[in-house]
Nanobody
Framework: QVQLVESGGGLVQPGGSLRLSCAASVSIFSINGAGWYRQAPGKERELVARIASNGNTNYADSVKGRFFISRDNAKTTVYLQMNSLEPEDTAVYYC???????????????WGQGTQVTVSS
């Protein structure tokens, strides 16, 4: 069974950088569209960045120019490069992806379990 696995979270000082990765737990055909969301304590989950199947990207206003979403050429891993991190970026970050398990499969939607990002001095 396919699971999305996030990695790369941790504790970083303000102004620092982290790169999150999101990959399937088993071999898949491709990740089409994907997104990173985050949820801070006491707040609703919000969209941080998305990448469409054609590679187009969009970002929340709060992270524009600091965060960058990308996908590897094999379309099996999605990344979120986070620069100039601020304490307000502290949250659990979740990956969401639409996956084709095999070339003939229909798209299915998956969520990862989340990875904690803490920005603090």
């Amino acid at each position: 069974q396919v699971q999305l696995v996030e990695s790369g979270g941790g504790l970083v000082q303000p102004g620092g950088s982290l790169r999150l990765s999101c990959a399937a737990s088993v071999s898949i055909f491709s990740i089409n569209g994907a997104g990173w969301y985050r949820q801070a304590p006491g707040k609703e989950r919000e969209l941080v960045a998305r990448i469409a199947s054609n590679g187009n990207t969009n970002y929340a206003d709060s992270v524009k120019g600091r965060f960058f979403i990308s996908r590897d050429n094999a379309k099996t891993t999605v990344y979120l490069q986070m620069n100039s991190l601020e304490p307000e970026d502290t949250a659990v970050y979740y990956c969401n992806a639409q996956i084709k398990e095999r070339a003939w499969s229909s798209l299915r939607d998956y969520w990862g379990q989340g990875t904690q990002v803490t920005v603090s001095s």
